[in-house]
T-cell receptor, first 116, second 117 residues
Framework: AQKVTQAQTEISVVEKEDVTLDCVYE???????LFWYKQPPSGELVFLIRRNSFDEQNEISGRYSWNFQKSTSSFNFTITASQVVDSAVYFC?????????????FGTGTRLKVLA | GAVVSQHPSRVICKSGTSVKIECRSL??????MFWYRQFPKQSLMLMATSNEGSKATYEQGVEKDKFLINHASLTLSTLTVTSAHPEDSSFYIC?????????????FGQGTRLTVV
């Protein structure tokens, strides 16, 4: 069965601190895709990153970085030098299949609060 | 800019009435679209897969007679919440996959916040 676990329900940090959001997934497929989305209070989903199961390279985009480890089925997200504008709910998601059915299985989300 | 448009963004309706939510792919055709529901402070849960030209596929536990889905064209899917009740108050969001040069990716609409009073 497919499942995405985000064990951290809520995290509070002080501005400029680094913070890591954890994501652990379960799937039987060998081909799958992992995503991170940001959901600000307005509700829309802001796409952050997509990773396929064959690409274990870590990625850095500005203050954001992602650590994908198939051995531990984890896809963690780190924000460096956090800012108040980073406050939002962050979702990790999984999509399976070679054709990419694009039915997403979302984790329960992590609410990040960055305090000034 | 947005490639999937959802309308309305917010709606308040009286208990017992029906509400229609539209999801449009703006510059591409989507034979499949997906509808998700998000209760306050909870995750997004897939409700159903909307298929152009055929019946929608509903996830377990989702009442198909209550949540009517019509994929009227290759760019439009609608979700109608029939005889809405306060417990149907939620955030509804659609997505549509678009095939590009090297990959297909799903795009999400802006979401619709439904409040049933």
């Amino acid at each position: 069965a497919q499942k995405v676990t985000q064990a951290q329900t809520e995290i509070s940090v002080v501005e400029k601190e680094d913070v890591t959001l954890d994501c652990v997934y379960e799937t039987r497929d060998t081909t799958y895709y992992l995503f991170w989305y940001k959901q600000p209070p307005s509700g829309e989903l802001v796409f952050l990153i997509r990773r396929n199961s064959f690409d274990e390279q870590n990625e850095i985009s500005g203050r954001y970085s992602w650590n994908f480890q198939k051995s531990t089925s984890s896809f963690n997200f780190t924000i460096t030098a956090s800012q108040v504008v980073d406050s939002a709910v962050y979702f990790c998601a999984l999509s399976e299949g070679t054709s990419g059915t694009y039915k997403y299985i979302f984790g329960t989300g992590t609410r990040l609060k960055v305090l000034a | 800019g947005a490639v999937v448009s959802q309308h309305p963004s917010r709606v308040i309706c009286k208990s017992g009435t029906s509400v229609k939510i539209e999801c449009r792919s703006l510059d591409f055709q989507a034979t499949t679209m997906f509808w998700y529901r998000q209760f306050p402070k909870q995750s997004l849960m897939l409700m159903a897969t909307s298929n152009e030209g055929s019946k929608a596929t509903y996830e377990q536990g989702v009442e198909k007679d209550k949540f009517l889905i019509n994929h009227a064209s290759l760019t439009l899917s609608t979700l109608t919440v029939t005889s809405a009740h306060p417990e149907d108050s939620s955030f509804y969001i659609c997505s549509a996959p678009r095939t590009g040069f090297s990959r297909t990716e799903a795009f999400f609409g802006q979401g619709t916040r439904l409040t049933v009073v």
